[in-house]
């Protein structure tokens, strides 16, 4: 039973410039969503970030809100919460499945997203996973963005032997002048 196995928890990464994270929160269960915003806040503030929250309709205007505060805002990484029930309806994998997927799109091109959007059976399984004193999924929704900033932070000033150049073309670096290459 996967409730009995133990599982290994990165350790929270440290920053030596502050970190903004936006919460993206579709509250369609409060109490649930409550629980996670709590989570994913008090691991933010653990690793020094600070946070803002926003609220959108559903789970399917997450991605929608994160691509254009990507675009629009000054966020480091962003943090995806919410959850979808089963219900009677195939509208639960449309949900399941298009918020997904729009949160992977995002991230595939260099977004830091931490996607909390819980997808279960039952309310008995949310109220487990979005609570912090259990299997706080908020909390580790925030972890996953911190950790995707620091990574992102890692490799930004990287650019050598990215890309290609053309036969013969030679690369100036800042502070050369033209002339005859000394390598």
């Given amino acids: 039973m996967a409730a009995n196995e133990q599982h290994y928890t990165l350790p929270l990464p440290v920053f030596d410039?502050?970190?903004?994270?936006?919460?993206?929160?579709?509250?369609?269960?409060?109490?649930?969503?409550?629980?996670m915003i709590a989570g994913a806040k008090a691991t933010a503030a653990e690793a020094g970030a600070t946070v803002d929250l926003i609220e959108v309709p559903g789970a399917l205007e997450i991605p929608t809100a994160i691509g254009m505060a990507a675009r629009m805002a000054d966020y480091d990484?962003?943090?995806?919460?919410?959850?979808?029930?089963?219900?009677?309806?195939?509208?639960?994998?449309?949900?399941?499945?298009?918020?997904?997927?729009?949160?992977?799109?995002?991230?595939?091109?260099?977004?830091?997203?931490?996607?909390?959007?819980?997808?279960?059976?039952?309310?008995?399984?949310?109220?487990?996973?979005?609570?912090?004193a259990d299997?706080?999924?908020?909390?580790?929704?925030?972890?996953?963005?911190?950790?995707?900033?620091?990574?992102?932070?890692?490799?930004?000033?990287r650019t050598q032997g990215i890309g290609f150049r053309p036969q013969g073309e030679s690369i100036r670096l800042a502070g050369e002048t033209e002339g005859p290459s000394q390598a």
Wanted: positive net charge; charged residues 20%; hydrophobic residues 40%.
């Fill in 77 to 132: 990484g962003f943090v995806a919460i919410g959850c979808v029930i089963r219900g009677e309806t195939t509208h639960y994998e449309t949900v399941c499945n298009d918020s997904s997927r729009g949160l992977t799109m995002l991230g595939l091109q260099g977004v830091c997203i931490g996607n909390g959007i819980l997808t279960v059976e039952n309310r008995p399984q949310a109220e487990v996973r979005a609570d912090p």
């Fill in 17 to 35: 410039k502050p970190v903004r994270l936006l919460i993206v929160v579709a509250p369609y269960y409060r109490d649930i969503a409550d629980n």
């Fill in 135 to 157: 299997q706080n999924k908020g909390g580790g929704a925030a972890a996953a963005a911190l950790h995707l900033v620091a990574l992102s932070r890692k490799w930004a000033g």
